[in-house]
């Protein structure tokens, strides 16, 4: 059974870094296109960046992009989102996610198999 868990959530002031890891255990971690998400209160979950199995492509929502990069490390079974320049409006749980079909970058969510707990994000003015 695939386990996905995020850690490195917190509080942070405008303008400030946060990176996200995010870990799967149980399979094989190359087998899947990851990506992250992220939902604030009373919103829809939305794509914020997405990468392939290999790592090689990479794709952001236009408002990250810039700011945020993800990256993979195979060896280590791990996803990351180095976040920089944060905004107030960056605010909100942030999950993690696994594809087992695609071998690109997936934008929407009903596409993943497989999701994390969230970690929340929460940028001060």
């Known amino acids: 059974q695939v386990q996905l868990v995020e850690s490195g959530g917190g509080l942070v002031q405008a303008g400030g870094s946060l990176k996200l890891s995010c870990a799967l255990s149980g399979r094989t971690f190359s087998s899947y296109a990851m990506g992250w998400f992220r939902q604030a209160p009373g919103k829809e979950r939305e794509f914020v960046a997405g990468i392939s199995r290999r790592g090689g492509i990479t794709d952001y929502a236009d408002s990250v992009k810039g700011r945020f990069t993800i990256s993979r490390d195979n060896a280590k079974n791990s996803v990351y989102l180095q976040m920089n320049s944060l905004k107030p409006e960056d605010t909100a749980v942030y999950y993690c996610?696994?594809?087992?079909?695609?071998?690109?970058?997936?934008?929407?969510?009903?596409?993943?198999?497989?999701w994390g707990q969230g970690t929340q994000v929460t940028v001060s003015s």
């Open positions: 996610a696994a594809d087992a079909t695609n071998w690109g970058t997936v934008k929407t969510a009903n596409e993943y198999d497989y």
